[in-house]
């Protein structure tokens, strides 16, 4: 994997970015973290119960600001582990915003070619994963779990961005963000079997043994997916950080429950 040491820029928070994009003109983005003492859940970005959708907006703001973006433009989905892909424009400005500001639409992938629109995907544990076209310049975000995965939705997002922008899957740069580690994602044949299904004789590249259980790496995972989808592996960028392994630092289902926070990732065009 072409992993590289994750650029954090430290401003009033911590932020994770990709060496690869931070050249790109006209693009931001960034992927939020869990801190200790900012607002009422420690930097949390999602609504759904039993959080502080008051507190969640004022955080939104704030990791907005450090990435220099407009909260107001931000768009969502409702995230389904699944493989639907979904195109924000300037008039999808919002959609997912603020609290009650409704949604996009339900999809685990939001592409945009337009200025403006603030793609962001929520996790805690799942991966996050940016893709940028430099040429057009055209960037999604993607959000995938072990579902998603095996749904291939990172390929359906290359595939959407060729199709209805005109991307060049070999000129796309992938960050594949902070997420479960192998070492920490035990599964069962459920995820085993559905990987064999897509992967065929590949299927031992995301697959391990260690600690006496069956475990799932997401990130190897899925940059199998994009390398078929035709994205150059030296254009693909992995964080090393494991959000279970990362204990205060990140939110995780796995490590702190279902009812613990979400962290997002952000990226626009600017």
Known sequence: MNT????????????????HMLGVPGVRHGISSRVEGMGKAHGNVAFSPPRDQTDAWEMRRDWCADLDLDPEAIVTAGQVHGAT?????????????????GRLGLGDALLTRDVGPVLLSLHADCLPILLVDPDLPAVAAVHAGWRGTVA??????????????????????????PAICRLCYEVGTDVTDAWAAIAGNDDQLAIGTEGGGVRFDLHAANKFLLLQAGVDPNNIDASSICSRCGGDEWFSHRGQGRETGRYGAFIALV
């Open 152 to 177: 291939n939705v990172s390929g359906a997002a290359v595939s959407r961005m060729k199709e209805s922008f005109g991307s060049d899957p070999a000129r796309m740069l992938a960050f594949l963000g």
């Open 85 to 101: 892909t979904l195109i924000a424009d300037e008039a999808s400005k919002g959609l997912g915003a603020r609290p009650g500001s």
């Open 4 to 19: 590289v040491q994750d650029r954090r820029r430290i401003l009033s928070k911590r932020i994770v970015q990709s060496e």
